[in-house]
Nanobody, 127 residues
Framework: QVDLVESGGALVQAGDSLRLSCLAS?????????MAWFRQAPGVEREYVGG????????LYSDSVKGRFTISRDNAKNAVYLQMNSLKPDDTAVYYC???????????????????WGRGTQVTVSS
């Protein structure tokens, strides 16, 4: 049973924008947890993209996407979003959303701090 489902990935051109969505199943309650987005390109380790606190008041982004990507969440809909602007070919990867292991934790970067993952959605940015 899949607990998190990402969608919105596509093939786009450099400079375009894209919005990814992550919808959690009813049993995967996201409200008290930090949620994060990661990405993984072929042959590369999974990379932290950004995270959002349980109430959306705080976000933390990797340097590579800061100023271009924005994470938001709607706890009532059990959903998290990733708005990606000014996309670059280096942003090409499979994007995953993840739920933190512990409620009320800070926004942590290591993938090991997250124990619920989606299957990912492919984003390809052509030059």
């Amino acid at each position: 049973q899949v607990d998190l489902v990402e969608s919105g990935g596509a093939l786009v051109q450099a400079g375009d924008s894209l919005r990814l969505s992550c919808l959690a199943s009813r049993r995967t309650f996201i409200a008290p947890y930090v949620m994060a987005w990661f990405r993984q390109a072929p042959g590369v380790e999974r990379e932290y993209v950004g995270g959002i606190s349980w109430n959306g008041s705080s976000t933390l982004y990797s340097d590579s996407v800061k100023g271009r990507f924005t994470i938001s969440r709607d706890n009532a809909k059990n959903a998290v979003y990733l708005q990606m602007n000014s996309l670059k070919p280096d942003d090409t990867a499979v994007y995953y959303c993840a739920r933190a292991r512990r409620p009320d934790a800070g926004i942590l970067r290591p993938a090991s701090e997250y124990n619920y993952w989606g299957r990912g959605t492919q984003v390809t940015v052509s030059s």
